[in-house]
RNA sequence: GGGGAGGUUCCCGAGUGGUCAAAGGGGGCAGACUGUAAAUCUGUUGCUUCGGCUUCGAAGGUUCAAAUCCUUCUCUCCCCA
């Protein structure tokens, strides 16, 4: 027999955007999504000191189902991050030290401002160091602990993984800690669904399992999970080689975020309009449906519009022009948002070796890479190429761009610097 | 605790005394082609004051000469207890 319920919006949202991998009970999550605003949560544990494009899913995720009048629940997991989460990991993480995580908590809590709106009581945020960092270790064994079986633990996906390569016991326990978790809000704040990513699915069942068994069966704790977002050429999402994509300026440039979004595969950027803006679903259709060169409209949407959430409005305006006018030759376009660094005129004076110059400019990271780079002609000052090894930059190169004298290195197609002679 | 196998340049992986800065593949970078795409092709891929210098888990040793041999240490994996 069909049933004949009509979905509710908020769900009917996840799934359209992407954000809908397992639930553990539909049916009920749609039923409890109708009858009012339900508390949700989702964990971010403070292993690293930014957020990392790798962690924004779940809180899209968020932001939409907070649109849909649900509460959030954060969870920044000084507590847990002390541990490690083993699941999707074929290594063990390096232990951190607690000021260190404490550090990447306050960072985080900055970052999830961007995605959830935390004015009033509409959202939460709390640390599961709260109640995980002074549990008794006997009183903890004899109260959860004894509600897991080990045996039921080594089925998990996560854990086979792991059997080949070695599992630490502190490591195996992440699982009871992030169970607690659950219980601990569902107890305290009525919290009734977590999300997560894919490979969060086992923690969430635990979870849940141990909510029904201490809180009795009629317990309604439920679990959604989305898929875990590939890259269509298979690398790993955010991932460049120079590592990780991260939220904070400090450590990945906000040009160099624009760069990643405005680079993305053709074959990905509806999949990740839907998971990455807040653009109405069918705009992002339509933008994803573009061919051809059409669709580098649609990656310059993607990468502005994400921009601007993480790095405000104004900076992605300006990080916009700024690729602009390095990419469109000529013009007089804004070029603030460029990567620059100063330089002195004298310095100038003295003339430098452009080896010497693309080194100190950081667009090559030794002389020999940079020799690399101009023989093969991939350098180019003011957007000449010169290949030359020996060439000597001087005043010459100086040029007036609307009052402002400067120097536009480029290393090969999609590096660019400019210096800015005083 | 006993036994075995291993740790090679970004990754995988050859190399078992000189011809090894180290095969091959992947990745990266550059060039061509393009749309700041993909695919493809080509070149390149330790550092350098271009004299050389430092690399093969760590420290010593043998040798004219070692990634390759010896010793100790260390880490990883597997088997036994």
Known sequence: ???????????????????????????????????????????????????HVGHMVPLFAMHHLQQ??????????????????????SDMRKMLTIDQIKANAENLKKQIANFIDFDG??????????????????????????HFSVNRMLTFEAYKKRMEKGLSFIEFNYQLLQSYDFLELYRRENCILQIGGDDQWGNIVAGMELIRRMEGSEAEAMGLTFPLVTRSDGKKMGKTEKGAIFLDPELTSIYEFFQYWRNVADADVEKFLLLYTFLPTDECRRLGALKDQEINKAKEVLA?????????????????EGARAAFKAGGTQDKSGMPSGDMSVSELEKGINIMDLFVKAGLCSSKSEARRLVSQNGAAINGEKNSDVDAVISVEAIVDEGGEKEIVLKAGKKRFFRYIVK
């Open 68 to 89: 849909a009048g649900h509460l959030p629940t954060i969870l920044v997991g000084g507590g847990t991050a002390r541990i490690g989460d083993p699941s999707g990991k």
């Open 121 to 146: 009581d509409k959202a939460k945020l709390v640390d599961n160091a709260d109640w995980l960092a002074d549990l008794n270790y006997i009183d903890f064994l004899r109260e959860i602990g004894r």
């Open 304 to 320: 502005y519009e994400l921009t601007k959430i993480i790095h405000g409005e104004a900076e992605a305006n300006k990080v916009m």
């Open 1 to 51: 027999m069909w049933r004949h319920t009509t979905m509710n919006a908020a769900l009917a949202t996840l799934k359209e955007r992407g954000f809908f991998k397992q639930c553990t009970d539909e049916d009920l999550l749609n039923k409890k999504l109708d009858e009012g605003p339900i508390r949700i949560y989702v964990g971010v544990d403070p292993t690293g000191p930014s957020m």
